[in-house]
């Protein structure tokens, strides 16, 4: 159960720390609205509460590591 918080919460950073990144990258783009990149990282922070358990459920699932 340990494991699966722990991973659950390395996911989620890091996750939206590639949306925080994807989301820099966009705004240098010439005619891109600036506040585009919080809104993308505002809906990667809510959908990304449900998702990283999950994702962190399959990945320990299938090693073998829930019991």
Do not use: E
Not at 4 to 28: E, H, K, P, Q, T
Not at 33 to 56: E, H, K, M, Q, T
């Amino acid at each position: 159960m340990l494991a699966l918080i722990a991973l659950s919460a390395v996911l989620y950073v890091m996750l939206l720390s590639a949306v925080v990144a994807w989301s820099a990258r966009l705004a240098r783009l010439p005619g891109v609205d600036p506040s585009g990149g919080r809104d993308w990282y505002l809906v990667a922070a809510f959908v990304g509460v449900p998702i990283a358990p999950l994702l962190a459920f399959t990945i320990l699932g299938g090693l073998g590591w829930l019991g």
